[in-house]
């Protein structure tokens, strides 16, 4: 059996002393959260609470509080877009950085789920549709973490690949199809020392994942994982099943399903002592390796300025970019511009990160608009024209659109009243978004007061969220009343993102209106309460018509689209891979005016481009974080090269993609294409997406002239494989080179080829280069259900490769033979 320690810990003899100074009832207490955030302290043991905080895009700390900024990363997506692993650590490296600011010893990330479908909604906030490329990721990730005294948690621990009915639905999938695809990321998460993984609300073949045998084999008795297994918040169903099984901890607390209930099962002999035992020694093992127990870590993350913070995020935002196409339009030349049109309402209100319970408060946001400004300073006008609707829906109210009515400052009033209407506490706030607000005693309603500044005049669309009896109030007048019941228990939904009701208000320009929101508060839903307001939507036919003119008046045009709140959220998937509102048509119309348009798109993943062939150049930026707006600009202009390479394949439509379902039937979501799912679908279909995973193109071009694979290679050892590329452009300019296999003919069923390993290299224009890629011995392997153990079949695989999973043009053959 492999055993890999992932804990810095006092050796087993004092950790023993510390466990037997515990009472059966002190132990089971550990095994609960103190809070929604916070474990249990001892003072018995001189052990203090450990703080865990949501990532994986920043580390917001222990509250839902806008006032509390954080630094916002890159997406996930975009992460796994970079294909570098160095530059991932050091993204790692900024979390804890960031978690060590905040009091956190806990970040939970990475998100090692895969792409398994392009409508899966989370997709965001996971790397990719390999299990190799995520599994190098994450693993970069968790090493960047906890290089710094910080926990990494690797999450959803495990086929937790889609949102819809996510805390019931039961996945159906193969013993070989686990350990080869959605296990992998898990393993090399574990052999990177992670210090925690998370169990998901799923269930795996007839078992919820927070009692499933998964969390012993393999993880904690094959790979020898020795950190704590927590469950995802409110995972945790039966009490007794879940502390049979091998979950450590159960959030957020303090009430669980452990409790009283635990101690008097361990008495009764339905659970084992030594169950208990382990648990809370894989808690102090975690509390000394965070500095919560003993000695605090040595190992703090240097101190970085937010200057430096701020530039490592731009050059992720610009490396992470993924030139889709492009027609000789990029880099543009400053230079040469004198006037420049920015299209599109994404260019000044970008998404820069997904929806749901991993949002942070970003400390600033780089607009796309504001970067291009930025870059070409005064000598150029840059026009922005909104264009027609995203279909975007109405955003919380922001202190540029609302001030507070007792001060007067930008933001809004928030109070809490009691039954009778009496005042508890009253504060000023910055925005309409108030998903944690301060509860005192005798709390019964949560009001939100703005005095709303309506910059045109017209039908304005207010709305408020939450569940129970809401209303509106413009001016003392009624604009929406009435009861709305919870449909979901999603903590998603219920605490993060809950239902927003509408109404119609006509306002006038220049003119404050006092709007009064109201939600009373009942046990059960949450207290989330959002305020939202929306202009009078544009005419689309004029809106139109304007981005048309301001394209044919400039030098050059850049067009921003994007997805919205509603498409890409935790929660729940997508329906489709439209962009939503009257975006191609903007698209359409805009390039066939001036056809060397530039098209950014701002997504988390895939969507249809149907005028992609038409555009001069498509980029895109993902959710690219607070510093988006002037890495895209970097790149717009030159400064620096796209450096992403596609993670996740993406259709020309969702009608050509190979797997797409995520709805249940009957409560089982059944895995039935097995091994096969993104890139490798496609080619086991032998259909052509719009763009292959891997596909980037950068600002120089290349050749692939040489492949070189070693004479010997033997199972079950790693080798490597030499690639010879030159630079056929006139830039300098970075390559990913990507090796896949193939083969060999015979049983058992393996996917048409499979990524096994891929490097980067540099060279200037006519220079050559030689990546050298490693292989890992896992590339070669297959498990054999028959035995339940991996095997390597000797015989002749074939080595192919190039740029991505679809443009291979190197081949060759290894020969593989069994040791000995």
Not at 35 to 45: H, I, K, Q, S
């Amino acid at each position: 059996m492999r055993r890999h320690l992932t804990e810095k810990t006092d050796d087993e003899a004092e950790r023993e002393r510390l466990l037997g100074k515990l009472t059966l009832r002190e132990k089971v207490r550990l095994l609960t959260g103190a809070t929604t955030w916070r474990t249990a302290a001892e003072p018995a043991l001189g052990l203090r609470e450990m703080v865990l905080s949501d990532g994986p895009a920043g580390v917001r700390g222990q509250s839902w509080d806008e006032r509390d900024t954080a630094l916002l990363l890159p997406s996930a997506s975009a992460l796994g877009a970079l294909w570098d692993e160095e530059r991932v650590e050091r993204l790692g490296g900024l979390l804890a950085a960031e978690a060590r600011r905040k009091g956190v010893d806990v970040v939970l990330a990475p998100t090692l789920n895969l792409h398994r479908t392009p409508l899966g909604g989370r997709h965001f906030e996971c790397f990719s549709e390999d299990p190799e490329l995520t599994a190098r990721t994450g693993a970069a990730l968790v090493r960047g973490i906890q290089a710094h005294g910080v926990a990494a948690a690797a999450k959803h621990y495990v086929a937790n690949d889609s949102e819809t009915d996510r805390l019931t639905v039961d996945v159906r999938v193969s013993e070989r199809v686990l350990r080869e695809v959605y296990l992998a990321p898990f393993e090399a998460a574990v052999e990177a020392g992670v210090r925690v993984v998370m169990a998901g609300y799923n269930g795996v073949d007839g078992t919820t994942m927070t009692a499933s045998s998964l969390l012993d084999e393999p993880l904690k008795g094959e790979w020898g994982f020795a950190g704590v297994v927590v469950s995802d918040w409110g995972a945790v169903r039966s009490g007794e099943p879940a502390a049979r099984a091998a979950l450590d901890l159960t959030m957020p607390g303090p009430e669980s399903a452990w409790g009283e209930g635990l101690v008097r099962a361990v008495e009764e002999g339905r659970v084992p002592r030594d169950a208990v035992d382990d648990k809370v020694r894989r808690l102090l093992g975690l509390a000394t390796a965070c500095g919560a127990l003993g000695e605090p870590p040595e190992d703090a993350p240097p101190a970085t300025g937010r200057s430096e913070a701020h530039a490592l995020l731009r050059g992720a935002a610009a490396a992470s970019a993924v030139l889709l196409g492009n027609r000789g339009v990029l880099p543009l030349d400053p230079a040469r511009l004198r006037t420049v049109a920015v299209i599109g309402a994404h260019a000044a209100l970008p998404r820069v990160q997904g929806g749901g319970s991993a949002g942070v408060f970003p400390e600033r946001v780089v607009t796309p608009l504001e970067g291009i400004r930025a870059a070409l300073g005064d000598g150029v006008r840059v026009v922005h024209v909104p264009g027609p609707s995203a279909g975007a829906p109405a955003a919380p109210l922001t202190p540029d659109l609302c001030a507070d009515p007792v001060t007067g400052d930008p933001g809004v009033r928030l109070r809490v009243l009691d039954a009778a209407g009496r005042e508890l506490l009253s504060e000023h706030r910055l925005g309409g978004r108030q998903l944690e607000p301060p509860l005192p005693p005798g709390a019964h309603t949560v009001e939100i007061a703005a005095l709303l500044l309506p910059g045109v005049s017209g039908l304005w669309t207010l709305g408020v969220g939450g569940f129970g009896r809401l209303s509106i109030t413009v001016d003392e007048r009624v604009a929406l009343k009435g009861e709305f019941g919870k449909e979901t228990d999603d903590p998603a939904v219920v605490h993060v993102n809950p239902p927003v009701h509408g109404t119609a208000v006509r306002l006038t320009a220049g003119r404050a209106a006092r709007v009064v929101a109201r939600r009373e508060l009942a046990p059960g839903t949450g207290r989330a309460t959002v305020v939202t307001a929306a202009p009078p939507p544009p005419d689309d036919g004029t809106a139109l018509a304007d981005a048309v003119r301001a394209a044919r008046d400039a030098d050059a045009t850049i067009v921003v689209v994007g997805t919205t709140e509603d498409s890409e959220s935790e929660g729940r998937d997508r329906t489709d891979l439209g962009l939503g509102g009257h975006q191609d048509e903007l698209v359409r119309a805009v390039t066939a005016a001036e056809p060397r348009t530039v098209v950014v798109v701002n997504s988390g993943g895939p969507v249809e481009l149907p005028w992609r062939a038409a555009a001069g150049a498509v980029l895109l930026t993902w959710f690219p974080g607070q510093e988006g707006g002037a890495g895209l600009a970097d790149v717009l202009f030159g400064r620096a090269e796209p450096g992403g390479r596609l993670p996740t394949t993406w259709p020309a439509t969702l009608a050509d993609a190979p797997v797409t379902r995520t709805r249940p039937e009957d409560g089982l979501l059944d895995y039935t294409e097995g091994l096969h799912i993104g890139y490798r679908a496609w080619a086991r279909h032998d259909r052509a997406p719009a763009y292959w995973f891997g596909h980037g193109l950068g600002f120089t071009t290349w050749a692939y002239e040489g492949l070189g694979v070693p004479d010997d290679i033997v199972a079950g050892e790693p080798f490597t494989v030499r690639v010879e590329v030159r630079n056929t452009g006139r830039r300098r300019g970075r390559e990913v080179v990507q090796v896949y296999l193939a083969g060999p003919p015979g049983p058992p069923d393996r996917p048409e080829r499979w990524l096994a390993g891929y490097a980067a290299v540099s060279a200037e224009p006519g220079e050559r280069a030689t990546a050298s890629v490693r292989i890992p011995a896992r590339a070669l392997r297959h498990w054999a259900e028959d035995e339940h153990a991996w095997r390597t079949r000797p015989g002749a695989y074939r080595v192919l490769a190039g740029r991505s999973a679809g443009a291979l043009p190197l081949t060759a053959i290894a020969l593989v033979r069994a040791p000995g």
